[in-house]
């Protein structure tokens, strides 16, 4: 009898043992399970957005009103009267981008070397956040701070002998936009720059080389890769930024090579547009998708750019 009461308390301690050694089993396969699931949403989505704006553009461009070559080389942006040169468009987009570049990429990265080399942490860890705050604030906010003291200020710079600067303009477009993407090149060079070995700068250190140079001729280039990547990065965020050029860079397009002076950018031309009384399926409504695919492949150009640069210029330190 006793026998038999320890068989099957055996039994049982190993029934347990068994069920304990296989719920982490299925807790591993419903975590991956999920985790495919969220990767596989971002995936359907992305696919399901280039469609649509590949259709609706293919709509447009089948059109007996648009010429392919014309929509690239002309100079005139009007689809009410069949007038579909893009340039104007993006050369607005361009020359406001770059001004933002101009902004950011200095004063960024002038920041990520101040936190990484010289900044004590206390220092980093107060600045840091402050910086980054920056991002936070809505894209609303920094459209009407660049037409009511940005504008203003250049104005009141340049307009003494005669108007200038009106009062949209793509400088105060172009630097506020410098003034958006501050952070997102500070942030991701900062984490360049820490990542490169201390080891590296003791040894500079160690052959009588000063701050300046550790910093300009170690630092930097080890951490190269990452420091284009972010500029990369950045230009895409100026290139796709909407409210700020919405706001400040002014309506219509204009093909002109004058920063003081308003001219339409591709999302700020969109916005306008959409908020509109358009009607659905018109050559004015698809023209917004063909713009949209313009806009897609510049971003997607500088994604592919900043994949071969890391690939390039990446340093592997042990």
Do not use: C
């Amino acid at each position: 009898m006793e026998k038999r009461v320890e068989a099957l308390a055996g039994a049982e301690v190993k029934t347990q043992e068994f069920d304990l050694s296989k719920k982490p089993r299925i807790m591993e396969t419903i975590i991956q399970g999920v985790l495919f699931a969220s990767g596989a949403i971002s995936i359907f989505t992305t696919v399901g957005i280039v469609l649509v704006l590949f259709n609706e553009s293919l709509k447009f461009f089948e059109s007996d009103q648009v010429d392919l070559i014309e929509f690239f080389t002309k100079t005139t942006w009007q689809p009410r009267i069949g007038e579909f040169g893009v340039a104007p468009l993006v050369l607005a987009t361009l020359r406001t981008s770059m001004i933002g570049l101009f902004v950011a990429i200095p004063l960024g990265l002038g920041a990520a070397i101040y936190l990484s080399e010289y900044a004590n942490p206390k220092v980093r860890a107060s600045l840091k956040p402050i910086l980054e705050i920056l991002a936070g604030v809505p894209t609303v906010v920094y459209g009407y701070f660049a037409i009511n003291f940005v504008t203003v200020a250049l104005r009141a710079l340049l307009n003494r002998n005669g108007e200038v600067v009106q009062i949209f303009n793509n400088m105060s477009t172009g630097l506020v936009i410098g003034i958006l993407i501050i952070p997102l090149i500070a942030s991701m060079s900062e984490d360049a720059l820490r990542a490169v070995p201390d080891s590296l700068r003791q040894a500079s250190y160690g052959l009588g080389a000063t701050k300046l140079e550790t910093v300009a001729k170690v630092v930097l280039p080890a951490a190269l890769s990452g420091v284009l990547a972010a500029i990369i990065v950045a230009t895409s965020r100026a290139v796709g930024e909407t409210m700020i050029a919405a706001i400040a860079a002014g309506a219509g397009p204009n093909f002109t090579f004058n920063p003081f002076v308003a001219a339409e950018t591709m999302t700020g031309h969109i916005a306008r547009i959409s908020s509109g009384d358009l009607s659905f399926q018109s050559i004015d409504y698809q023209s917004i998708f063909a713009i949209g695919l313009v806009l897609f492949f510049m971003t997607f150009a500088l994604n592919i750019i900043s994949l071969i640069v890391i690939a390039r210029f990446r340093e592997v330190y042990e």
